[in-house]
């Protein structure tokens, strides 16, 4: 079953200073939410990522040995084209990435680390709009971090010695929902978009026989007119946005 969804998508709080981005593996913030982060870095905010494995298991090709630190080399490059220079890896086996206990603590201590005021995450729900399977990563991620958001917060919980609550997240935006309600506009950050993806050229030429900037440009400007359409007319990044 399909959720409903808003008519017009609303502008996303714009009242922050620090946001940590918490995704599954390399790769899956450049596949449209880019954009965005290089549009939040432009204004003077702070974005870091935090990635719950090395995508060492991603390309069929390689063994997972060599792809890990060739992904990870990929993903810091892809993440200084849009202005972030703070990359973490939790190590987390890619693939057989659990929700549980210990990726919400990981996760959880993450966001202490940090102080984000926004935390980024993907799609945690089953499927994409309905239509498509999403991968267990994905999910277990996606919700774990929604969940650590509150966890970071309690004293009680993860208690870690030196490292304080932090109980700041006010919102957690998730990429990739089948059910946005705000939106970023994207024209400022999307040519960077494109190169940001562009850097993780070995992952695209193991997926795809299509030239690698026609594959990024079609795929980034597609998404982002078709989340415009319920941004009045701009090209956009849609986030599902929680507030805490």
């Given at each position: 079953?399909?959720?409903p969804?808003?008519?017009?998508?609303?502008?996303?709080p714009?009242?922050?200073?620090?946001?940590?981005?918490?995704v599954?593996?390399?790769?899956?913030?450049?596949?449209?939410?880019?954009a965005?982060?290089a549009?939040?870095t432009?204004?003077?905010?702070?974005?870091?990522?935090?990635l719950?494995?090395?995508?060492?298991?991603?390309?069929?090709?390689l063994?997972?040995?060599?792809?890990?630190p060739l992904?990870?080399?990929?993903?810091?490059a892809s993440a200084?084209?849009?202005?972030?220079?703070?990359?973490?890896?939790?190590?987390?086996?890619?693939?057989?990435?659990?929700y549980?206990?210990?990726?919400?603590?990981?996760?959880?201590?993450?966001?202490?680390?940090?102080?984000?005021?926004?935390?980024?995450?993907?799609?945690?729900?089953?499927?994409?709009?309905?239509v498509?399977?999403?991968?267990?990563d994905?999910?277990?991620?996606?919700?774990?971090?929604?969940?650590?958001?509150?966890?970071a917060?309690?004293?009680?919980?993860?208690?870690?010695?030196?490292?304080?609550?932090?109980?700041?997240v006010?919102?957690?935006?998730?990429?990739?929902?089948?059910?946005?309600?705000?939106?970023?506009?994207?024209?400022?950050?999307?040519?960077?978009?494109?190169?940001?993806?562009?850097?993780?050229?070995s992952?695209?030429?193991?997926l795809?026989?299509?030239?690698?900037?026609?594959?990024?440009?079609?795929?980034l400007?597609?998404f982002?007119?078709?989340?415009?359409?319920?941004?009045?007319?701009?090209?956009?990044?849609?986030?599902?946005?929680f507030?805490?």
């Open positions: 079953m399909t959720e969804t808003n008519d017009q998508l609303r502008p996303m714009d009242d922050w200073q620090r946001a940590l981005a918490v599954a593996h390399p790769d899956d913030l450049e596949y449209g939410c880019a965005a982060v549009a939040w432009d204004g003077g905010r702070e974005v870091a990522y935090v719950a494995t090395r995508g060492e298991a991603g390309i069929d090709t063994d997972p040995d060599r792809c890990g992904r990870e080399r990929e993903q810091r200084a084209v849009v202005g972030v220079s703070e990359v973490e890896f939790l190590d987390h086996r890619d693939g057989v990435v659990e549980g206990t210990a990726l919400r603590r990981d996760i959880a201590l993450a966001i202490r680390r940090h102080r984000p005021e926004l935390v980024i995450t993907l799609n945690h729900r089953d499927t994409w709009g309905g498509a399977w999403n991968t267990p994905h999910v277990a991620v996606g919700r774990a971090t929604l969940d650590a958001a509150g966890d917060g309690n004293r009680w919980i993860f208690p870690e010695p030196g490292l304080d609550p932090w109980s700041g006010r919102w957690v935006a998730v990429a990739g929902s089948g059910n946005p309600t705000h939106a970023v506009d994207a024209t400022p950050g999307l040519e960077r978009a494109v190169l940001s993806l562009l850097e993780h050229r992952y695209i030429e193991a795809t026989d299509e030239e690698p900037e026609e594959y990024a440009r079609s795929l400007t597609g982002a007119a078709g989340a415009g359409e319920r941004f009045g007319g701009r090209p956009a990044v849609a986030f599902e946005l507030s805490r």
